[in-house]
């Protein structure tokens, strides 16, 4: 593989390595949505590259008691290695079944990427930045609990979507994606998760001429 194809790929393989860390990955999926987008690589490039590359390298975290969580030092020698390798067979039998866990986060970020490359460039990054804020909120049980609180404010209103803009976005991109994220008890929590983010976003436009 040439050096540059090689750093086409590396944020790539460090934005999917996330998924994989032992904390809420759940709050990654827009940001790496992005990365996808940025890299120009197609569905069935990345789905290549998911399925050979980066779960052989990452799937054993899932199952780690004590798993990384921080940020996983990146082995660029074994994913060069295995993507310079075509999948027979075994590899793919065997590499989709390593990451049952990882499955769905992947089809999120699949999905975030598919409503990115509809806008035009100028408006992906503030649009994956609005999901990201989203996420903080719709994943906690109510607004209070949610960590750095001014901090996804700050993010929400650094995108200059207006206020109509967020409602939107979240209305038709977002809460029909993350909804089906939702696990266990979460889901019949879903209206009061909805909430949080509806109260997120008049927090942030809460001066009348915002």
């Not at 992005?34 to 069935?44: F, G, H, I, R, T």
């Not at 490039?45 to 590359?53: G, K």
């Not at 049952?100 to 035009?120: C, F, M, N, S, Y």
């Not at 939107?168 to 909804?179: Q, V």
């Given at each position: 593989?040439?050096?540059?194809?090689?750093?086409?790929?590396?944020?790539?393989?460090?934005?999917?390595?996330?998924?994989?860390?032992?904390?809420?990955?759940?709050?990654?999926?827009?940001?790496?949505?992005?990365?996808?987008?940025?890299?120009?690589?197609?569905?069935?490039?990345?789905?290549?590259?998911?399925?050979?590359?980066?779960?052989?390298?990452?799937?054993?975290?899932?199952?780690?008691?004590a798993?990384?969580?921080?940020?996983?030092?990146?082995?660029?020698?074994?994913?060069?290695?295995?993507?310079?390798?075509?999948?027979?067979?075994?590899?793919?039998?065997?590499?989709?079944?390593?990451?049952?866990?990882?499955?769905?986060?992947?089809?999120?970020?699949?999905?975030?990427?598919?409503?990115?490359?509809?806008?035009?460039?100028?408006?992906?990054?503030?649009?994956?930045?609005?999901?990201?804020?989203?996420?903080?909120?719709?994943?906690?049980?109510?607004?209070?609990?949610?960590?750095?609180?001014e901090?996804?404010?700050?993010?929400?209103?650094?995108?200059?979507?207006?206020?109509?803009?967020?409602f939107?976005?979240?209305?038709?991109?977002?809460?029909?994606?993350?909804?089906e994220?939702?696990?266990?008890?979460?889901?019949?929590?879903?209206?009061?998760?909805?909430?949080?983010?509806?109260?997120?976003?008049?927090?942030?436009?809460?001066n009348?001429?915002?």
């Open positions: 593989m040439h050096p540059p194809e090689a750093a086409r790929r590396r944020p790539v393989w460090e934005a999917l390595s996330d998924l994989f860390l032992d904390t809420e990955t759940r709050w990654y999926l827009p940001r790496i949505a992005w990365v996808l987008v940025q890299s120009e690589y197609s569905k069935e490039e990345l789905e290549q590259i998911w399925r050979f590359e980066v779960v052989p390298s990452y799937w054993w975290n899932l199952f780690d008691i798993g990384e969580w921080g940020g996983f030092p990146m082995d660029e020698k074994s994913l060069l290695k295995r993507a310079r390798r075509r999948p027979g067979w075994l590899r793919k039998l065997i590499f989709p079944r390593l990451s049952p866990l990882a499955d769905p986060l992947w089809q999120g970020v699949l999905q975030l990427r598919e409503i990115l490359l509809t806008l035009q460039e100028p408006n992906q990054r503030p649009a994956a930045d609005a999901w990201t804020a989203f996420a903080a909120a719709y994943l906690e049980e109510n607004l209070q609990r949610l960590f750095h609180l901090d996804k404010l700050e993010l929400l209103r650094s995108t200059q979507l207006p206020r109509q803009a967020c939107e976005t979240f209305r038709t991109d977002f809460r029909p994606i993350y909804s994220q939702l696990i266990g008890k979460e889901k019949a929590q879903e209206e009061s998760r909805a909430e949080n983010v509806l109260e997120l976003i008049q927090l942030a436009f809460r009348p001429d915002s």
